[in-house]
């Protein structure tokens, strides 16, 4: 069983395809098949049924795939790995963002990363925090973008912005807004554990206001229309909505309280940081301190010093 049968095999998978799979590998399709042939003899079935609108699975071959899957993966990451330790800046970098931050700077980070190192490739992926650090954790993302609140050890997490949150309500009044004035019956907040949910219920507990009830919805651009048809109300960092608000679809009210989210920069203690790792996250702490100043972001920018963090936070 050769490396290379293997990576066809999954490439077929993939596309369905011998044919499409040829051109995408630059293997002629005979070599392919002959690939393929030697990969099903070795595991004594057939991967594959072949007809004329291409290639599907055969349950071996998904039992095959579903196995092999996390083995390439590990393999990505090795090769990753020692072209770290060469000095390269290459391989892959998977990246985890919550979605209250990502729609704000991804592209430019994705942008700037890109041209910064041709040489690598960036995966993105949207998460709450407390599913980004467990992918952190497991090896599925190298490094993320999370809300932090307690104790973790497991995590080397540096402070990236502590965010200044407003409540978001559709066009009207603008003035600052005291928490006991906010009507908690219209209230959109995430669920609880999450780690905005988290930064909202200890900015109530510190101000001695009882946060009651609030409708619980997990996506962001479903509280956003929501709010905008000026029925609700939901308590967001301003970047989570700075479009909608460029728009005048929605507005953000201070709060007159202390009600801050700290996101941070995070990576797994027991992975080493790849240089193209350690890369983008440069790009993105320059980018935050970037659209701080456009006022795209609002809050104070972190320091290089290391907190803790706690994976149960999930915003």
């Given at each position: 069983?050769?490396l290379?049968?293997?990576?066809?095999?999954?490439?077929?998978?993939?596309l369905?395809?011998?044919?499409?799979?040829?051109l995408?590998l630059?293997v002629?399709?005979?070599?392919?098949?002959r690939?393929i042939?030697?990969?099903?003899g070795?595991?004594?079935?057939?991967?594959?049924?072949?007809?004329?609108?291409?290639?599907?699975?055969?349950?071996?071959?998904?039992?095959?795939?579903?196995?092999?899957?996390?083995?390439?993966?590990?393999?990505?990451?090795?090769?990753?790995?020692?072209?770290?330790?060469?000095?390269?800046?290459?391989?892959?970098?998977?990246?985890?963002?919550?979605?209250?931050?990502?729609?704000?700077?991804?592209g430019?980070?994705?942008?700037?990363?890109?041209?910064?190192?041709?040489?690598?490739?960036l995966?993105?992926?949207?998460?709450?925090?407390?599913?980004?650090?467990?992918?952190?954790?497991?090896?599925?993302?190298?490094?993320?973008?999370?809300?932090?609140?307690?104790?973790?050890?497991h995590?080397?997490?540096?402070?990236?912005?502590?965010?200044?949150?407003?409540?978001?309500?559709?066009?009207?009044?603008?003035?600052?807004?005291?928490?006991?004035?906010?009507?908690?019956?219209?209230?959109?907040?995430?669920?609880?554990?999450?780690?905005?949910?988290?930064?909202?219920?200890?900015?109530?507990?510190?101000?001695?206001?009882?946060?009651?009830?609030?409708?619980?919805?997990?996506?962001?651009?479903?509280?956003?229309?929501?709010?905008?048809?000026?029925?609700?109300?939901?308590?967001?960092?301003?970047?989570a909505?700075?479009?909608?608000?460029?728009?005048?679809?929605?507005?953000?009210?201070?709060?007159?309280?202390?009600?801050?989210?700290?996101?941070?920069?995070?990576t797994?203690?027991?992975?080493?940081?790849?240089?193209?790792?350690?890369?983008l996250?440069?790009?993105?702490?320059?980018?935050?301190?970037?659209?701080?100043?456009?006022?795209?972001?609002?809050?104070?920018?972190?320091?290089?010093?290391?907190?803790?963090?706690?994976?149960?936070?999930?915003?």
């Amino acid at each position: 069983m050769e490396l290379s049968e293997i990576r066809s095999f999954t490439t077929v998978a993939q596309l369905g395809s011998f044919s499409r799979a040829s051109l995408r590998l630059g293997v002629p399709q005979p070599t392919l098949s002959r690939q393929i042939a030697r990969l099903e003899g070795d595991l004594g079935a057939p991967l594959f049924y072949r007809n004329g609108r291409g290639a599907t699975l055969t349950d071996a071959g998904q039992s095959f795939l579903d196995g092999i899957g996390p083995i390439l993966s590990q393999l990505d990451r090795l090769r990753s790995d020692m072209r770290a330790q060469s000095g390269e800046a290459g391989g892959c970098v998977r990246l985890g963002v919550p979605p209250s931050i990502g729609r704000s700077i991804a592209g430019s980070v994705v942008a700037d990363f890109l041209r910064e190192c041709p040489e690598a490739r960036l995966q993105l992926v949207e998460g709450f925090s407390g599913t980004l650090a467990e992918w952190l954790e497991t090896g599925a993302v190298d490094a993320a973008i999370l809300y932090d609140t307690k104790r973790a050890t497991h995590l080397t997490a540096s402070p990236l912005l502590d965010e200044e949150l407003f409540l978001i309500c559709g066009p009207g009044d603008q003035r600052p807004v005291a928490l006991r004035e906010i009507d908690t019956s219209r209230l959109i907040l995430s669920s609880r554990g999450q780690g905005l949910r988290r930064a909202v219920e200890n900015g109530f507990e510190n101000a001695g206001v009882p946060l009651g009830w609030a409708m619980e919805i997990d996506s962001i651009p479903t509280t956003k229309e929501l709010v905008a048809t000026g029925d609700f109300t939901t308590i967001l960092p301003y970047g989570a909505t700075h479009r909608e608000i460029e728009d005048g679809r929605l507005i953000a009210r201070p709060i007159k309280a202390d009600m801050r989210a700290l996101l941070v920069l995070g990576t797994a203690h027991s992975r080493p940081v790849t240089r193209a790792t350690r890369h983008l996250l440069g790009i993105i702490e320059r980018k935050v301190v970037e659209f701080v100043d456009q006022g795209i972001l609002h809050g104070r920018c972190g320091t290089a010093r290391v907190v803790p963090f706690d994976r149960r936070a999930s915003g």
